[in-house]
């Protein structure tokens, strides 16, 4: 891995460089929700990823109750991760996505565990995600970072008990 792997809040300064890796190194379904708009990174694409990132500029307190982090590499942004206040107090859930070029490379299970820190310091006690059991490198970071997996209605289920400290790498 080329550097350290830093999480920073998406805001303005960062949103277009977060855009710029979205558009050369992901689809468009695999980093934001669908939207009506012509196949591919189409100018109104780009726009509804600007809004849909905008929307959670307020963090936790706001009103999608989501931060969203850029993460980076060596200074450079190579994805996004996110933490959002579920109705069970106390806890987040979390997905992430990285570019093509930074997986495999060890950035995924960093980043999160800087996300479990974050949410730590939050307070919060339990974090969740959900994922497609064919989504192995998803699986793989969940597992390296200590969560309890399981399946449920063709998805599968993890949770974080911020109450012990993840594995060590």
């Known amino acids: 891995m080329a550097g350290a792997v830093r999480l920073e809040p998406v805001d303005e300064r960062n949103l277009e460089a977060l855009l710029s890796v979205a558009a050369a190194e992901a689809e468009p379904g695999d980093v934001m929700p669908p939207v009506e708009a012509p196949a591919g990174w189409s100018h109104a694409r780009r726009e509804a990823f600007r809004e849909f990132h905008r929307a959670s500029f307020g963090g936790l307190g706001g009103p999608t109750a989501t931060q969203m982090y850029a993460i980076l590499v ?96």
Do not use: Y
């Open 74 to 169: 060596g200074g450079e942004v190579v994805g996004m991760i996110r933490m959002r206040r579920c109705d069970e107090p106390g806890t987040v859930e979390t997905g992430m996505w990285l570019g093509r070029s930074a997986r495999g490379q060890g950035i995924g299970p960093a980043a999160l565990r800087e996300l479990l820190n974050e949410a730590a310091a939050a307070g919060m006690r339990l974090v969740v995600a959900e994922t497609d059991p064919s989504n192995l490198g998803a699986l793989s970071v969940l597992q390296k970072c200590g969560a309890k997996l399981r399946g449920a209605n063709g998805r599968v289920h993890a949770e974080i008990c911020l109450d012990s400290p993840p594995p060590a790498f």
